[in-house]
C-alpha cells in the first residue's frame, strides 16, 4: 500500500490536532503548557518562514521574556516581522484583560487583606518599562479600589511628581487613602533619597485633607518593594 509522504507543513498541522499544545491544554490543563505553547494557543499561526510553535518561541527570545512581551507597546510589536495587526490585537487584549482582573480584585478585596494583589498590580502596570514612570492608586475608606492613573513619566533614572496635582486628583475622586508607585528600569529596589524626599512631601501634602499614603511601591524587572514595610512612609 502507498502511502503519501506529508509535507512539513501538513505533518506540523497534524501534530496540532493529535498532540498539540490544545488537546493537552484541554486534557491535562493550561499548567501543563511552557510559556511559548500557551503563546501559540493565542497566536494561533505563524508566518510563512516559522511555525506559530518556533514563531513563539522568538518572540518571547526577543523581548527577553514573556514578561516584557505581553507589556510591551502597540507600537514595539507592530515593529516585528510576522506581527501583523491581527496578532499584535490579540497579545494587546490578553495585557489587558489581566490588568482588569487585577483591578476586579483589588474591588473585591481589601488592600490590607491583599497587599500581594497591590504589589502584583503595580508590577504588572510599571514592571517592565523602560524608562521611569509614577502611578497612584486611589482608595475609598475600607481600603477598596477606586481608580489608578499614571501621574509622572520621566527618564531612564528619574521622574519628578507634582504633589499639588496628585492631591487635587484624590480629592477629585474621594479617596481617602493613595498608594504610589513608580519604576527603577536599572533593577535597584533601593529607594534612593529622592524617593523617600518625595514620599514625605506627598504625605504631608496628602495628610492636610485627611487623606492617608499608605504606600510607596518601588518596582523594578527583579521585583517590588514596599516602602511602609522599610518604615518610610
Same mark, same amino acid.
Given at each position: 500500500?502507498?502511502?503519501?509522504?506529508?509535507?512539513?507543513?501538513?505533518?506540523?498541522?497534524?501534530?496540532? *490536532?493529535?498532540?498539540?499544545?490544545?488537546?493537552?491544554?484541554?486534557? =491535562?490543563?493550561?499548567?501543563?503548557?511552557?510559556?511559548?505553547?500557551?503563546?501559540?494557543?493565542?497566536?494561533?499561526?505563524?508566518?510563512?518562514?516559522?511555525?506559530?510553535?518556533?514563531?513563539?518561541?522568538?518572540?518571547?527570545?526577543?523581548?527577553?521574556?514573556?514578561?516584557?512581551?505581553?507589556?510591551?507597546? %502597540?507600537?514595539?510589536?507592530?515593529?516585528? %516581522?510576522?506581527?501583523? *495587526?491581527?496578532?499584535?490585537?490579540?497579545?494587546?487584549?490578553?495585557?489587558?484583560?489581566?490588568?482588569?482582573?487585577?483591578?476586579?480584585? $483589588?474591588?473585591?478585596?481589601?488592600?490590607?487583606?491583599?497587599?500581594? *494583589?497591590?504589589?502584583?498590580?503595580?508590577?504588572?502596570?510599571?514592571?517592565?518599562?523602560?524608562?521611569? !514612570?509614577?502611578?497612584?492608586?486611589?482608595?475609598?475608606?475600607?481600603?477598596?479600589?477606586?481608580?489608578?492613573?499614571?501621574?509622572?513619566?520621566?527618564?531612564?533614572?528619574?521622574?519628578?511628581?507634582?504633589?499639588?496635582?496628585?492631591?487635587?486628583?484624590?480629592?477629585? =475622586?474621594?479617596?481617602? =487613602?493613595?498608594?504610589?508607585? !513608580?519604576? !527603577?528600569? +536599572?533593577?535597584?529596589?533601593?529607594? +534612593?533619597?529622592?524617593?523617600?524626599?518625595?514620599?514625605?512631601? $506627598?504625605?504631608?501634602? $496628602?495628610?492636610?485633607?485627611?487623606?492617608?499614603?499608605?504606600?510607596?511601591?518601588?518596582?523594578?524587572?527583579?521585583?517590588?518593594?514596599?516602602?511602609?514595610?522599610?518604615?518610610?512612609?
Amino acid at each position: 500500500m502507498c502511502r503519501s509522504i506529508k509535507t512539513p507543513k501538513e505533518a506540523f498541522v497534524d501534530y496540532l *490536532k493529535e498532540e498539540g499544545p490544545r488537546e493537552r491544554l484541554m486534557q =491535562y490543563g493550561t499548567s501543563t503548557l511552557s510559556d511559548v505553547e500557551l503563546l501559540a494557543l493565542i497566536l494561533r499561526t505563524g508566518y510563512k518562514e516559522k511555525n506559530v510553535l518556533n514563531f513563539s518561541f522568538e518572540l518571547i527570545k526577543q523581548f527577553n521574556g514573556l514578561g516584557f512581551l505581553l507589556s510591551a507597546s %502597540k507600537e514595539e510589536l507592530l515593529a516585528v %516581522k510576522g506581527l501583523g *495587526k491581527t496578532k499584535v490585537s490579540q497579545i494587546l487584549a490578553v495585557q489587558e484583560l489581566s490588568k482588569r482582573l487585577l483591578v476586579h480584585e $483589588l474591588k473585591e478585596a481589601p488592600l490590607l487583606n491583599g497587599s500581594h *494583589k497591590m504589589r502584583l498590580f503595580c508590577a504588572n502596570q510599571l514592571g517592565h518599562k523602560k524608562i521611569e !514612570h509614577c502611578i497612584m492608586i486611589l482608595l475609598d475608606h475600607q481600603y477598596r479600589f477606586i481608580y489608578s492613573e499614571e501621574v509622572a513619566r520621566g527618564t531612564i533614572s528619574e521622574v519628578v511628581i507634582y504633589h499639588r496635582e496628585l492631591t487635587e486628583k484624590a480629592l477629585k =475622586y474621594s479617596a481617602s =487613602y493613595v498608594v504610589l508607585s !513608580h519604576n !527603577h528600569p +536599572s533593577g535597584s529596589l533601593v529607594p +534612593s533619597a529622592q524617593d523617600k524626599q518625595m514620599t514625605f512631601k $506627598l504625605k504631608n501634602a $496628602l495628610a492636610l485633607f485627611d487623606i492617608g499614603l499608605l504606600d510607596h511601591i518601588i518596582v523594578s524587572p527583579k521585583g517590588t518593594v514596599s516602602m511602609a514595610e522599610m518604615g518610610l512612609v
